[in-house]
Nanobody
Framework: QVQLVESGGGLVQAGGSLRLSCAAS????????MGWYRQAPGKQRELVAT???????NHVDSVKGRFTISRDNAKNTVYLQMNSLKPEDTAVYYC???????WGSGTLVTVSS
């Protein structure tokens, strides 16, 4: 049974930082590309960043230079370091096994102005 458990969300002021974690179980983690997505109130879920099994990363333009995705295969965990947060980053953040319909339940990030 695949489980993805996100953590690290919370309330932060604009300009602050948060580090999200997603712990995976039930999959051969190191063989899978992973991604972070987010869904803001009233909006569709959107891709934020991905990381391949080999560690190659991709970040959408709106977070480039501010967010960094990384992974620790020994801990079966993918991270999202978020710096210089903006109110428009407010959303529920989800991790996903890329190419498979496995999602976590999400962690809420709220950025106040």
């Amino acid at each position: 049974q695949v489980q993805l458990v996100e953590s690290g969300g919370g309330l932060v002021q604009a300009g602050g930082s948060l580090r999200l974690s997603c712990a995976a179980s039930g999959i051969f983690f190191s063989n899978n590309a992973m991604g972070w997505y987010r869904q803001a109130p009233g909006k569709q879920r959107e891709l934020v960043a991905t990381i391949t099994s080999g560690g190659t990363t991709n970040h959408v333009d709106s977070v480039k230079g501010r967010f960094t995705i990384s992974r620790d295969n020994a801990k079966n965990t993918v991270y999202l370091q978020m710096n210089s947060l903006k109110p428009e980053d407010t959303a529920v953040y989800y991790c996903r096994v890329i190419g498979r319909d496995f999602w976590g339940s999400g962690t809420l990030v709220t950025v106040s102005s």
